[in-house]
């Protein structure tokens, strides 16, 4: 029903242009004043049933938004983007050197895609170390009446010339056009990837053409075709491939990309790069063409399973399940191939940088195993009166003293650094000491150790009335004449810490633990953990109480939940391939267990900039480095 103001409103257009607050009829002109235009009625977009939601699409997602998809080895995620590496910070070790379209060569894959990324401009020739003026450079063309392309590709490892060959069409597809048609000058990349008869082309063009051919496979980030995967030449073929380059004038339906190119929606959600930005990948229902799609909603080519490179942010594409599954590209691709593979150079580097982090999985050699109720079905009743742990079994956990008492917990995330709730702390470091590996609040055991604290950081706007922003970093003390803070200890595990919000949904299994109250309102003697379910939509039980940076966990009938004394503890998530994440820190809550109102945390990854601004990369993730 409309306020009286608004029918005040409508009468007063009546007034001047005869339109009456109810009615169909087209209103009638006063003498004198023209009626306004009537404008079209914009176009609905188009729907499908593969895309996701329109305030997803709306965020013009691309390939660099590293919140949802990994950077690859040559950039890094800086606040949500993928930016430039310099050459200098990749890995040298287990390389292969790269040469230069120009007077220079490079130590690896990885430095050669750096360079080429500050300069936004293609850098590789080929894998080996016959680089010189002399020797000849890769080269790709498009024939202008027949769209057929051509590769030369340089002899690796020997100082002959190399060969002239044409592209295989059988996987040739969209990814690999783009970047062709990028690389000879059209933005956009490619309209179409296709193929056409060789024997036409002998029969009908009177040019001479190369006999064999290569397969090329390309993810898409690619500036050249040198920088994609090539396989071995192929002397039977029936077809070859060919582009079409995007033109501005083409029909804008189907789906229009970040970039502004269009492309049909049966394009989108396939696994393949056809917008060359990756934005037809990234906010996807499901998956078209046996494409896999991950959790956060991004859709990954059914080649990147099980390929030893992980894609979805959970690791969900590199689980054992999908091994029967396995298409026989990959193993095409990469197996007695005479060219240099990239994709095993960055799976090289990646494994290197990986074993130079240790995060998310503790010491099994150490850990008592203690059979407990089937974590999954169902749940044990929460930390108020919850299930012991096992001595050794929560290696990231520690106790907060302060003055001799113990009423928070926190959490290890390597190097000198465990992060708490900030209402657990004040700026006085000396008052606290970190103890790791207890399990009796009261009692230390042989593998415990207590580290003192040099350096408190509370988060710069925590706020004490509401709880916001409650996160605080604890810097440890050093050992004399060393860089390390603890002695080398097996029943100490530091937690990887999340760099990206989406990286568990809604729904997901995780598990707080603490010394928080009992059943009987008493505080725990052991440590005790629980399992409990992320929760979303938090702010329609706790409305304006509910801020940026928070999450819930728990059930709403209030049977599993943190408790008082359980503060500042760890809420941890682990992903598909067994690696643990610190989600969540215990916050606050109404009451303990109180039906309709889960325990709030503190959403980790909400603040993984200003972690990282004062631990430093290594200490805080392990993949996306």
Not at 465 to 493: G, H, M, R, W
Request: hydrophobic share 30%.
């Amino acid at each position: 029903m409309r306020s009286p103001g608004v029918c005040l409103f409508w009468l007063f257009l009546i007034l001047i242009n005869s339109e009456r607050c109810s009615g169909d009829e087209d209103p009638s002109p006063i003498e004198g004043i023209p009626l306004k235009p009537q404008l079209p009625t914009p176009k609905a977009p188009e729907r499908d049933e593969f895309l996701g939601p329109p305030e997803c699409l709306e965020n013009k997602l691309t390939r660099a938004s590293c919140d949802l998809v990994f950077c690859p080895l040559w950039e890094d995620c800086l606040d949500g983007r993928c930016s430039c590496k310099l050459p200098k910070l990749c890995p040298v070790e287990n390389v292969t050197s790269v040469c230069g379209l120009k007077k220079r060569n490079y130590l690896s894959y990885c430095q050669a895609m750096a360079h080429s990324c500050l300069i936004k401009q293609p850098v590789m020739s080929h894998f080996g170390v016959h680089c010189g003026a002399d020797h000849p450079k890769f080269k790709s063309s498009i024939d202008p009446e027949t769209g057929v392309v051509k590769v030369f590709i340089p002899h690796p490892g020997t100082s002959e010339r190399g060969e002239e060959l044409l592209v295989c069409p059988k996987i040739w597809d969209m990814a690999a056009a783009n970047v062709v048609c990028k690389n000879h000058g059209t933005p956009l990349g490619a309209e179409t990837a296709d193929s056409v008869s060789y024997n036409n082309l002998i029969t009908s063009g009177g040019k001479q053409l190369p006999s064999s051919c290569v397969s090329i496979y390309c993810q898409g980030y690619e500036t050249s075709l040198a920088e994609c995967e090539i396989s071995d030449n192929e002397m039977d073929m029936m077809s070859v491939a060919t582009v079409t380059c995007y033109k501005q004038s083409r029909e804008k339906s189907g789906f229009e990309c970040a970039n502004t190119k269009w492309v049909s929606l049966n394009q989108t959600c396939n696994g393949v790069d056809d917008c060359g930005d990756r934005s037809d990948e990234m906010c996807c229902k499901s998956c078209r063409n046996g494409a896999f799609l991950c959790k956060s909603g991004v859709c990954v080519h059914k080649n990147g399973l099980v390929d030893g490179q992980i894609d979805c942010l959970d690791g969900s594409d590199e689980t054992l399940k999908h091994r029967n599954n396995k298409p026989e590209l990959v193993h095409r691709l990469n197996k007695n191939s005479a060219y240099n593979s990239p994709q095993k150079e960055m799976k090289a580097s990646r494994v290197h940088l990986e074993s130079r982090l240790q995060c998310g999985v503790p010491n099994k050699t150490t850990v008592d195993h203690v059979e407990v109720a089937e974590r999954q079905r169902s749940r044990v009743k929460r930390v108020v009166g919850g299930v012991p742990a096992n001595p050794t079994q929560i290696q990231w956990q520690i106790a907060l003293e302060e003055n001799k008492k113990i009423d928070c917990g926190g959490a290890y995330i390597g190097g000198c650094w465990v992060i708490t709730a900030a209402h657990c702390v004040r700026p006085n470091p000396s008052a606290f000491r970190v103890k790791f590996s207890l399990w009796k609040k009261s009692k230390a055991q042989d593998t415990t150790d207590i580290v003192p604290v040099s350096e408190i950081i509370i988060h710069p706007r925590y706020n004490a009335s509401t709880y916001q922003n409650d996160i605080a970093l604890l810097q440890l003390e050093k050992l004399p004449f060393t860089q390390k803070c603890l002695v080398d200890n097996p029943a100490i595990s530091a937690v990887c810490v999340p760099w990206s919000k989406h990286l568990f949904q809604p729904n997901h299994t995780c598990s707080i633990s603490g010394w928080g109250r009992t059943a009987d309102g008493r505080a725990a003697q052991v440590l005790l953990w629980a399992n409990v379910s992320l929760i979303a939509n938090c702010e329609n039980f706790y409305k304006d109480r509910f801020k940026l940076g928070m999450m819930c966990a728990g059930d709403l009938d209030g049977s599993v939940d943190s408790c008082q004394g359980d503060s500042g503890g760890p809420l941890v998530c682990q992903d598909e391939l067994g690696f643990s994440y610190l989600w969540g820190i215990v916050s606050w809550g109404e009451r303990c267990g109180q039906p309709g109102f889960p325990g709030v945390y503190t959403q980790v990854a909400h603040y993984f900039e200003w972690i990282r601004s004062h631990t430093g990369w290594p200490a805080v993730t392990r993949f996306n480095s």
